[in-house]
């Protein structure tokens, strides 16, 4: 254990850290954006509550263009906006916007199909009794929908520790930077190994919680 | 389906008869009914689900309140999309709904929610909410209506006793058997006091047994809270056990409609015949019709279905017959049942005899009210 010096040990925390921000705070936001997104196309969408094709299919092109852009190139397409918005476009600060962003398009695809997964005919039998339309939203689309909204909260979560990875690129650290850094080009395979084995343990722990919250949620 | 190929007899009214049938219906004036269809027709968009089909066709329909009326229908009749123009899930593109007093499409938004909260849904697939318990989806309705949370209790420990579900109040839906899923679905219906009851295939998803249980439920709601109910269905077992009026429809159209025992006694339409004779109808099992013996020389042999109601002895009008008139009668099946809590027999006669006493005979047997209708055999 020779190569985990005082000074790596620091690194590796620090890098677990940025991580957890980058990863965190984007998610955060995501499901904050995300969220609204998906229930604006699931409500304009054909089937929805009030269907509105010349708003649902605009937003729908949005929103899978943002998918289909790979992640290392949105991260500098879109340079100019993260400066803005973050006020600079280097650091774990400025990578969270890009990470936000397409955890967002992302995310509101994942929540989407879950809530074409709430039964209509409870949708039905609200609106029988009275409910009007944000009561259906509020009360019976998005408590229906929750477990399957935990399920696709957790893919995101796994997704970005990916993803966040690749913003080392714009200086963003965090531990997929960390081992590009000193275990690829430094030639350390004990740093290397220890970082994938850190992001093996965090994404086991995420996709274990996520689990467990869902089978608690879903009463079936 | 018994393949009965029945050749229609006129018979005449018994007097007795008409008024039987009218005992049993409620006295209301007839000028207010609970439920007032005119004219409504219904095309759905081609492409989709319907294809460019008309599913209703300038229907009419008035449910009187305090009765039980049945829609029965084959799947794609229209039936479904009837039940829905009465709360306004499904607008017709012509006519009028008007419910309890109220002209439902001249109402704005808000307004026809408040109406909707007058009129109970169940549905077929109970569709209840997967993650909240009995309770919670009891409560629903109520909570939609802004009740407070003491005031939903206290409504919701009034309903469970009503549907026997005391014991299950925080169970969820996945717990429960599909007779209690419906019995929530019922109480949930009732929770904001409606006058008016919608039954959408309610009993369409259960086994024969807890059938028989919501329906005995509906109807001992009904008399309790003075409901009118309309139910729609496929079974015209469901319609005689429970309805006091039925209407038959067919391709988007009502055919016939009357009160039950009408129907069922002297249906008019050929798919009414079809539907009557899933509960009662009575063809001669085939190897019976093999074994009867031939007409002797200068006889001849009749097949009829004989419907009896009410008070007839069957073996004294057998016999009777028999006697009278010098003809053999040999019951080839038969059975007693009941149709609107009347009882009822049906049977399959080969008459024997000569043709003139066999007319005689079959007009005494008229006259007593019997319904004869011959079998082809």
Same mark, same amino acid.
Request: hydrophobic share 45%; proline share 4%.
């Given at each position: !254990?020779?190569?985990?010096?005082? !000074? !790596?040990?620091?690194? %590796? %925390?620090?890098?677990?850290?940025?991580? %957890?921000? !980058?990863?965190?705070v984007s998610t955060v936001l995501a499901v904050a954006f995300g969220l609204p997104l998906a229930l604006l196309l699931h409500v304009t969408g054909p089937d929805g509550l009030t269907p509105r094709p010349w708003l649902n299919r605009p937003l729908g092109l949005v929103v899978n263009a943002a998918r289909s852009t790979p992640f290392i190139i949105l991260m500098v397409a879109i340079v100019p906006f993260t400066r803005l918005v973050a006020g600079t476009s280097i650091g774990t600060g400025a990578a969270i916007v890009p990470l936000a962003l397409a955890a967002t398009a992302f995310l509101a695809r994942l929540f989407e199909n879950a809530l074409r997964e709430v039964d209509p005919g409870v949708v039905e039998a609200a609106q029988a009794m009275g409910a009007s339309r944000s009561q259906i939203v509020l009360k019976v689309l998005v408590p229906e929908a929750l477990p399957g909204l935990i399920a696709a909260v957790t893919v995101a979560l796994v997704s970005l520790v990916g993803f966040s990875a690749?913003?080392?690129?714009?200086?963003?650290?965090?531990?997929?930077? %960390?081992?590009?850094r000193f275990g690829y080009q430094r030639f350390m395979p004990e740093v290397m190994a220890s970082v994938v084995l850190i992001l093996i343990l965090l994404v086991q722990g995420l996709q274990s919680l996520g689990d467990w919250l869902v089978r608690r949620l879903s009463h079936r | 389906m018994a393949d009965l190929h029945i050749t229609r007899v006129v018979t005449p009214r018994d007097p007795a008869h008409t008024t039987m049938i009218m005992r049993d219906m409620p006295e209301l004036p007839v000028d207010d009914p609970a439920i007032r269809l005119a004219g409504l027709s219904?095309?759905?968009?081609?492409?989709?689900?319907?294809?460019?089909?008309?599913?209703?066709?300038?229907? $009419?329909?008035?449910?009187? /309140?305090?009765?039980?009326?049945?829609?029965?229908? =084959?799947?794609?009749?229209?039936?479904?999309?009837?039940? =829905?123009?009465?709360?306004?899930?499904?607008?017709?593109?012509?006519?009028?709904?008007?419910?309890?007093?109220?002209?439902?499409?001249?109402?704005?938004?808000?307004?026809? =929610?408040?109406?909707?909260? *007058?009129?109970?849904?169940?549905?077929?697939?109970?569709?209840?909410?997967h993650r909240r318990t009995v309770a919670e989806n009891i409560a629903f309705p109520l909570e939609i209506a802004g009740l407070s949370r003491a005031e939903r209790a206290a409504r919701v420990a009034e309903l469970l006793p009503l549907v026997g579900l005391e014991a299950k109040r925080d169970a969820y839906p996945a717990?429960?058997?599909?007779?209690?899923?419906?019995?929530?679905?019922?109480?949930?219906?009732?929770? $904001?006091?409606?006058?008016?009851?919608?039954?959408?295939?309610?009993? /369409?998803?259960l086994d024969p047994e807890t059938t028989a249980e919501i329906l005995a439920l509906i109807r001992d709601l009904r008399d309790r809270l003075q409901l009118t109910v309309l139910l729609i269905t496929h079974e015209m077992a469901v319609v005689k056990s429970i309805c006091d009026r039925v209407a038959v429809m067919e391709a988007g159209r009502v055919i016939e409609q009357g009160?039950?025992?009408?129907?069922?006694?002297?249906?008019?339409?050929?798919?009414?015949?079809?539907?009557?004779?899933?509960?009662?109808?009575?063809?001669?099992?085939?190897g019976t019709l093999a074994r009867l013996p031939a007409p002797r020389p200068g006889e001849e042999r009749r097949l009829v279905q004989v419907l009896f109601l009410g008070p007839h002895s069957t073996r004294?009008?057998? $016999?009777?017959?028999?006697?009278?008139? *010098?003809?053999?009668?040999?019951?080839? $099946?038969? =059975?007693?049942?009941?149709?609107a809590g009347e009882p009822f027999g049906v049977m399959a006669l080969a008459a024997y005899g000569p043709a003139e006493a066999l007319e005689a005979a079959f007009a005494w047997m008229r006259g007593l009210g019997l319904v004869i209708e011959e079998i082809a055999a």
């Open positions: !254990m020779s190569w985990l010096t005082p !000074m !790596m040990q620091d690194l %590796l %925390l620090e890098a677990f850290g940025q991580t %957890l921000v !980058m990863v965190g690749m913003a080392g690129a714009i200086g963003g650290g965090g531990l997929g930077d %960390l081992g590009i | 219904k095309r759905f968009a081609a492409g989709g689900p319907a294809g460019g089909t008309l599913a209703l066709a300038d229907v $009419s329909l008035e449910v009187r /309140s305090g009765e039980i009326f049945g829609i029965v229908g =084959r799947s794609g009749a229209g039936k479904s999309t009837l039940v =829905r123009t009465v709360n306004l899930l499904e607008r017709p593109d012509a006519g009028v709904v008007t419910v309890l007093g109220q002209d439902l499409l001249g109402l704005d938004e808000p307004a026809l =929610r408040a109406a909707r909260r *007058g009129i109970g849904m169940v549905f077929q697939h109970f569709n209840l909410h717990q429960l058997s599909g007779g209690q899923k419906q019995r929530v679905g019922i109480a949930r219906a009732l929770a $904001s006091r409606p006058r008016l009851l919608l039954c959408d295939e309610a009993t /369409s998803a009160p039950v025992l009408e129907v069922f006694t002297r249906p008019q339409q050929p798919t009414t015949r079809r539907f009557v004779a899933e509960v009662i109808g009575h063809g001669v099992p085939a004294a009008v057998i $016999s009777e017959a028999s006697r009278e008139f *010098g003809i053999d009668l040999d019951i080839a $099946s038969g =059975r007693i049942d009941s149709i």
